[in-house]
């Protein structure tokens, strides 16, 4: 079985630039997840999806974040325009079902530095 | 919301050691707990998860333990091995809630 997948690896921008993540879910996994990690500490949530709905999006700057899940499959998270305490492993999980009991499957995650 | 405290922030063990890490939650209504292997460049892997109706569980070297009325976890690694160095993650969540993370345990295994 395919886990998640992310794109790209590694990016870096200069500040008040836009960039943009990608990430493709395990198959069937109906919840996505996209979670910042600042160095050092655990990741922490940016906004949660059932299928293509959003569940919880109440730590993300919706100022200059923002999140879409077409088709409730693949999904991306843009940043426009950056700031230099943007620079994070921002890390995307998919699970089977909507329930908070199933199991939580991370992505390598995507390096971002803000320069 | 759910505050996920983490115990100790580093830790050094000589190989063959065993290593524990602690967690603390705030919400009763918390009832997954899984722990999670952080490789350096790679995202968090399950390795092990506990629910709220059980009090143990085992996976040859790694056991963890879930004290519901005291609202602590813990995570316990025996015979440890150079290839277990890595940050481990504790996180708590329940039904239809996001996973909170604690901040993390280095654990570094001396051989």
């Known amino acids: 079985e395919a886990g998640v997948a992310q794109s790209p690896r590694y990016k870096i921008i200069e500040k008040r630039q836009s960039v943009a993540f990608w990430c493709n879910p395990i198959s069937g996994h109906a919840t996505l997840y996209w979670y910042q990690q600042i160095l050092g500490q655990g990741p922490k949530l940016l906004i949660q999806?059932?299928?293509?709905?959003?569940?919880?999006d109440s730590q993300l700057p919706k100022d200059r974040f923002s999140a879409e899940r077409l088709k409730g499959v693949d999904s991306t998270l843009k940043i426009q325009p950056a700031k230099l305490e943007d620079s994070a492993v921002y890390l995307c999980a998919s699970s089977l079902v909507h329930s908070g009991n199933t199991e939580a499957f991370f992505g390598q995650g995507t390096r971002l530095t803000v320069v | 919301g759910e505050n996920v405290e983490q115990h100790p922030s580093t830790l050094s063990v000589q190989e063959g050691d065993s290593a524990v890490i602690k967690c603390t939650y705030s919400d009763s209504a918390s009832n997954y707990f899984p722990w999670y292997k952080q490789e350096l460049g790679k995202g968090p892997q399950l390795i092990i998860d506990?629910?709220?109706?059980?009090g143990e569980k085992k996976d040859q070297r790694i056991a963890v333990t879930l004290n519901k009325t005291a609202k602590h976890f813990s995570l316990h690694i025996t015979e440890t091995q150079p290839e277990d160095s890595a940050v481990y993650f504790c996180?708590?969540?329940?039904?239809?809630?996001?996973?909170?993370f604690g901040t993390g345990t280095s654990l570094t295994v001396i051989p």
């Open positions: 506990i629910r709220s109706n059980v």
């Open positions: 996180a708590a969540t329940h039904t239809g809630n996001q996973f909170y």
């Open positions: 999806f059932q299928n293509n709905g959003v569940v919880d």
